[in-house]
């Protein structure tokens, strides 16, 4: 099995900056991508940032220039480092991770618990 934990969201004012992480950790022996997903009240789950293994970052048009995702492979991690902010950034944030693990030997989606990031005008 395969865990995805999160941490460091809370609340900021407009302008401030937060870092949050997500470590996956189980039976995973591979990991092809990972990458952040928010979803705002009443508002669909988009894409923020994706980084795949050896491949290029891609980006939200609305977070460009104020968000870095980053990753550690050697401990399962990856970062999303967020400056600038902004209230309309205030959502729930979702790590997502693909990956091959034993159980499921083909890449499949896992997400995380999702962690709360409000930013306050």
């Known amino acids: 099995q395969v865990q995805l934990v999160e941490s460091g969201g809370g609340l900021v004012q407009a302008g401030g900056s937060l870092r949050i992480s997500c470590t996956a950790s189980?039976?995973?022996?591979?990991?092809?991508?990972m990458g952040w997903y928010r979803q705002a009240p009443g508002k669909q789950r988009e894409l923020v940032a994706f980084m795949p293994t050896g491949g290029s970052t891609n980006y939200a048009n609305s977070v460009k220039g104020r968000f870095t995702i980053s990753r550690d492979n050697a401990k399962n991690t990856v970062y999303l480092q967020m400056i600038s902010l902004r209230p309309e950034d205030t959502a729930v944030y979702y790590c997502?991770?693909?990956?091959?693990?034993?159980?499921?030997?083909?890449?499949?989606?896992?997400w995380g618990q999702g962690t709360q990031v409000t930013v306050s005008s």
């Open positions: 997502n991770v693909k990956a091959w693990s034993s159980q499921k030997p083909y890449e499949y989606d896992y």
């Open positions: 189980g039976s995973v022996f591979r990991i092809n991508a």
